[in-house]
């Protein structure tokens, strides 16, 4: 049976987790404190296996408090609960074995707990890995099978979620743009001089380049605090992002749907009708995906028109509608 501490300001907060943790099972809950100085002056005592703790808290935040409670009781593994997703990568900074948002969903918290169990035992003794840390296990990216677990949607907004299912926040725009040109490229070096001029275009080559070295710093940073070190490459005057199998996208998803419209099903006509949310990059409208961004939307029509004539209603209707949204966005 694991030992979980639960440390939150809100008292709603803490009932809630430990209905979840309740439900859940294999956990009992040695301690609750409305107070991180309080449960400071008990965690060692309680000798929990994890501490579910809150980041905005009165006096002192959560962040702050992560090192002075690895101080006490080395062997308890940190999983922030917050309802604000732009503290992530400080968090993971701190060697936090994971990072739940609020409202807190009963499957991420089993998944998060299933992870916990399968590195260190269902049971509260693990002496042999107390210097572990989610740098290490948790942040890696890795799934089950060893391969990766970043997805990465593109069609409407760019959002990139890392392996625990948390939203990546990007330092810059630039920064952001820099990933998803990069990964537009498909792992296929760019020149660096061809980065400055699509992404700087109005810019000196002297302080665009200058630019460039600093946004290629803020996404190895962010990439390699989520277990991701070393996807961007630099070579031959050339950088390029080492995509492979490590980032799952719903481009990747409807390329598969698109490439194989003489056999199209449909069940794939409604899962392009889940997965295109917008036009490829259409909030972010990226000069330099134009011509991409036009070929789905081609590619998409062509799908729907077939899914039509073929398709009853009411799902004829669905594709029909969702046929005359591309076209009228094209006019």
């Known amino acids: 049976m694991l030992k979980a501490m639960l440390i939150d300001d809100e008292q709603i907060a803490i009932d809630v987790m430990e209905i ?12 609750k404190f409305l107070n991180v100085l309080e449960a400071l002056e008990y965690v060692q005592d309680q000798g929990p296996d994890i501490i579910f703790l809150d980041i905005e808290m009165p006096g002192l935040s959560g962040l702050s408090a992560a090192s002075a409670i690895a101080e006490r009781c080395p062997t308890a593994q940190i999983i922030f609960v917050t309802a604000h997703q732009e503290y992530a990568i400080d968090a993971f900074e701190t060697g936090a074995f994971g ?20 590195k260190y035992g269902s049971e509260s003794q693990y002496p042999d890995h107390a210097e572990e840390s989610e740098s290490e296990e948790g942040g890696t990216g890795l799934d ?3 391969g990766a677990s970043l997805v990465l949607k593109v069609m409407g907004s760019m959002e990139l979620y890392g392996p625990l299912g948390q939203l990546i926040t990007w330092r810059t725009r630039k920064t952001k743009e820099l990933f998803a040109y990069l990964w537009h490229a498909g792992g296929e070096p760019v020149y660096r001089l061809r980065l400055m001029d699509d992404l700087w275009p109005e810019v000196p080559v002297e302080r665009a380049q200058t630019l460039l ?31 492979d199998d490590r980032i799952g996208s719903d481009y990747a998803e409807l390329m598969a749907i698109f490439n194989r419209v003489q056999f199209i099903t449909l069940e794939q006509g409604e899962k392009i009708l889940s997965l295109y949310r917008g036009d490829y990059l259409d909030t972010e409208y990226y000069g330099w995906a134009i011509a991409r961004r ?15 004539e073929m398709a009853d209603e009411p799902l004829r209707g669905l594709f029909l509608r969702k046929l005359e949204e591309l076209e009228q966005v094209q006019e």
């Open 144 to 146: 089950e099978a060893g």
């Open 294 to 308: 036009q070929k789905m939307r081609d590619e998409a029509a062509h799908c729907l028109r077939a899914l039509a």
């Open 213 to 243: 070295h600093t946004t290629i710093y803020n996404l190895r940073r962010i990439l390699k605090q989520i277990g991701f070190e070393d996807c961007v490459r630099f070579g031959d005057e050339r950088y390029w992002l080492l995509t």
């Open 99 to 118: 990072y739940l948002l609020k409202p807190v969903s009963a499957v991420r918290l089993s998944q998060t707990l299933e992870r916990f169990k399968k």
């Open 20 to 31: 979840l943790l309740e439900q859940e099972g294999g956990v009992t809950v040695s301690g």
